[in-house]
């Protein structure tokens, strides 16, 4: 036996699957599987992205070169601080996931 709500909602639902074009081009199961490998892809990418984002270092380390220059200058560079100084001032720790330097 079925509910007077079901057989309502049967009703309704029958002339609307008859008004469907069966020419009408749907994405379906294919689509989906194409949507989710891309979706998959960006994820795998954005993980390595991030990955290789740690490994960088953002603080510039001076050039040998330019230390040097600016240490023959005699010019301090308007900060106050001697050349010197800031030629051989490094950080006292590296910074987690820095490369390391030999």
């Known amino acids: 036996m ?18 469907l074009d069966e020419n009408k081009v749907t994405p379906g199961v294919l689509g989906f599987i194409v949507f989710a490998v891309i979706g998959g892809a960006v994820w795998l990418l954005m993980k390595s992205m991030n990955k290789h984002m740690r490994k960088v270092d953002f603080e510039q380390q001076p050039d040998a070169a330019t230390a040097k220059s600016d240490a023959g200058d005699g010019a301090d560079g308007g900060d106050g601080q001697e050349p010197s100084a800031k030629s051989t001032a490094a950080p006292a720790t590296p910074a987690k996931g820095a490369p390391k330097t030999t």
Do not use: G, I, Q, R
């Open 2 to 19: 079925m509910s007077a709500t079901s057989t309502l909602a049967m009703t309704h639902l029958v002339p609307l699957a008859k008004e």
